[in-house]
């Protein structure tokens, strides 16, 4: 879900914690932007692109199931480190779906990416949202957040992000009470029960995961920064009944430890933006290259458990 700032646009605002010259790059060198355009799964073929006001941009997205989707995208307005305006999703005959305005802004180091889809009409805009949704479009940023990191800080992590129709403090409470997070973040089919839990920098909760078929399993977060209503960082590692630190069974290789960080921002008095940057620790090369793997799987059982938590947001 993302917030709507006019009745036929969907925007999206998302921060990079990469500097400004770099986020350009990524999305004007066709080398860089096939590293992460389109859902997971997808990969890009560029065959022409003319990066200016009144050029063109021909490309193949490759479906994981093997389907091709030919796009032609016309740049309306181009200035470099500033502003993007195209129009997307045409090709030949087939108009475009909506047209795209970027917006790059330099934050302290950071970078700040404000897009805005304008669709036709209000009802496209809403049928667009979910079927973006459903195509795992919005993981695109994901990617690029991901591709970031690795490029200019080594490190191999995973994101995912989603807005709220929540105010931040009711979700904070959705992330910090143990009886809310028991019932939205277990895998779609799985419940949770918290056996112990100490919300205090340094304190732990000690969780018992339970699916339909197969043995329990254990897991224990340690909490390392609680900061009210904008922040919270934890670690995660799998351990048995007696809290012995273990590796997951359905894996061969897996990182021992994840620090997760959760990032709450108020889009506005009655929306919230949720970032889970999710980084192994204790981990060879052969459990970052599984990690990695995954990340796909990642993307699912997160969305399973955040639309359990818009649920109940609701």
């Known amino acids: 879900m993302t917030s709507e700032t006019r009745s036929n646009v969907i925007s999206i605002t998302r921060i990079y914690d990469a500097p400004l010259a770099a986020v350009w790059d990524a999305w004007s060198i066709p080398e860089e932007i096939a590293q992460w355009w389109g859902p997971r799964g997808f990969t890009l073929t560029t065959h022409s692109r003319d990066l200016r006001t009144g ?6 997205m490759h479906g994981p199931d093997g389907t091709d989707y030919e796009n032609t995208t016309q740049y309306l307005e181009v200035l470099p480190m500033q502003r993007m305006v ?17 917006l790059f802004t330099e934050r302290d180091g950071r970078t700040q990416l404000d897009l805005d889809m304008a669709f036709a009409t209000p009802e496209v805009a809403v049928d667009m949202r979910e079927f973006i949704r459903k195509a795992g479009g919005n993981a695109t940023w994901d990617r690029l957040a991901e591709y970031l990191q690795q490029q200019h800080q ?18 904070y409470d959705m992330w910090t009470n143990p009886e809310h997070l028991a019932q939205w973040l277990p895998p779609t089919g799985a419940t949770m029960r918290m056996l112990r839990s100490a919300l205090q920098p340094g304190g732990t909760s000690f969780y018992e995961m339970s699916f339909t078929d197969g043995e329990p399993m254990y897991g224990l977060i340690t909490y390392l920064e609680l900061r009210q209503p904008a922040r919270i960082v934890y670690t995660q590692q799998f351990c048995d009944a ?32 949720v970032t889970v940057r999710w980084e192994p620790q204790e981990a060879a090369p052969e459990d970052i290259a599984e990690f990695i793997q995954q990340r796909t799987g990642m993307t699912g059982g997160w969305t399973g458990s955040f639309d359990k938590l818009e649920q109940l947001l609701e």
């Open 86 to 102: 195209y129009d997307h999703g045409g090709h030949q005959d087939r108009p475009p779906l909506f047209r795209m305005t970027v």
């Open 55 to 60: 050029g063109h941009w021909h490309y193949t």
């Open 242 to 273: 007696n809290e012995r630190i273990i590796r997951p069974s359905f894996f061969d290789h897996w990182p021992l430890r994840m620090h997760t960080t959760v990032e709450l921002t108020a889009e506005d008095e009655h929306t919230t933006r």
């Open 154 to 171: 080594g490190k191999e992590l995973f994101f995912i992000s989603r807005s709220f129709a929540a105010p931040i403090d009711r979700v």
